[in-house]
């Protein structure tokens, strides 16, 4: 193979310095970076070079023009593989790559305990309402300390809608350290495999019937946009909290706030959002019992070096032949196997 043979590309940042770090220790491939403002001059030839995209998994963060569309695979017609930078693959049409022979994977589990941890957080920052406490303090003097009466979470039940890799570490969490019954709900899976997970398998409505906290740890999708929505906040107990560590549209954010504002439920912790970051006059950022952070549930040190080495190991594995483990359209494999020995000169197994 001649040097920098294998053309790879990303679009302003990394997962972590580890992941440009392991490629460079492979001179048959070329690492390229561009800016959202690159100029078409500069751009174009690289994608037109390219055989895999590292892209990052926050829509907003990403230059409409760099999403993976029809517009840029027809810019970009050597591509054969997309890889996200996180679990998730918002800013990639996953159908138009099946389309056009190009596998798409991602890093799920890279940051499952980074994610986990968040979800668990809020749970309890909302369940003792400290976050209420704390901005009493800071506009209130002699606060009321029993208008402030929290919630022990201990023998309580959780609801997870998801339970792959996060999910399974919330269920883990929840149940290990606090005792909780966990309900989960996740179609993908069998009553035994939720059940070797930490969750008992429910339906949708039952759950949110059942659960005095309500996690969504799922990837969107197709099937699952707007699936929380006014009809299911009504469901929810007037106690229980509702929180989100997976990805916005997957929940209604107007319904949420009608749900806030009529008490439906108890208070929300709220990571993903319909726009990244929130603006600050956002309607749910208004609610002294909503918990608010911009996407940060899988930002930790330690999150980021694995979910770039993983990215790493597996674009190479990809690039040398393998078949991913973490691959998102595997009905392309046909298509992509014709492709790939069409470029490299060898089948990949």
Request: aromatic share 6%.
């Amino acid at each position: 193979m001649s040097v920098n043979s294998k053309r790879v590309f990303y679009v302003k940042y990394l997962p972590n310095e580890i992941y440009s770090n392991i490629l460079r220790g492979r001179p048959d491939v070329r690492l390229d970076r561009l800016e959202n403002d690159s100029p078409d001059e500069v751009s174009a030839p690289i994608l037109a070079a390219a055989h895999a995209y590292q892209i990052g998994a926050a829509r907003d963060e990403l230059a409409k023009h760099f999403h993976v569309d029809r517009d840029l695979l027809a810019r970009a017609p050597n591509l054969l593989i997309v890889s996200s930078n996180g679990a998730g693959f918002d800013p990639v049409d996953v159908e138009a790559c099946t389309a056009a022979g190009v596998l798409v994977v991602n890093q799920s589990g890279g940051n499952a305990n980074s994610v986990a941890e968040h979800a668990l957080g809020m749970l309890l920052t909302l369940s003792k309402r400290i976050l209420e406490a704390d901005r009493a303090l800071r506009r209130e003097a002699n606060v009321n300390r029993n208008a402030l009466m929290g919630t022990e979470v201990q023998g309580k039940t959780i609801g997870i809608v998801g339970l792959g890799n996060v999910g399974r570490r919330i269920a883990a969490l929840c149940k290990g350290l606090l005792g909780m019954k966990v309900l989960a709900y996740d179609p993908y899976l069998t009553a035994s495999e939720m059940a070797e997970r930490g969750g008992d398998k429910v339906e949708l409505d039952e759950l949110l019937r059942r659960s005095d906290y309500v996690s969504i740890s799922c990837p969107l999708t197709k099937d699952n946009r707007g699936m929380i929505g006014a009809r299911e906040f009504a469901l929810m107990q007037p106690h229980a909290y509702f929180i989100t560590t997976a990805r916005g549209f997957i929940h209604d954010e107007a319904a949420l706030t009608e749900a806030l504002r009529n008490k439906l439920i108890a208070g929300a912790g709220l990571d993903v959002w319909a726009k990244e970051p929130p603006p600050p006059d956002h309607p749910l950022l208004q609610f002294d019992n909503v918990l608010a952070s911009p996407h940060t549930a899988g930002v930790t040190r330690e999150a980021r070096i694995n979910m770039g080495r993983i990215a790493a190991e597996q674009l190479l594995d990809a690039l040398d032949g393998k078949r991913p483990p973490r691959l998102i359209n595997p009905e392309v494999w046909p298509r992509y196997v014709t492709r790939f020995e069409r470029t490299f000169g060898f089948v990949p197994g």
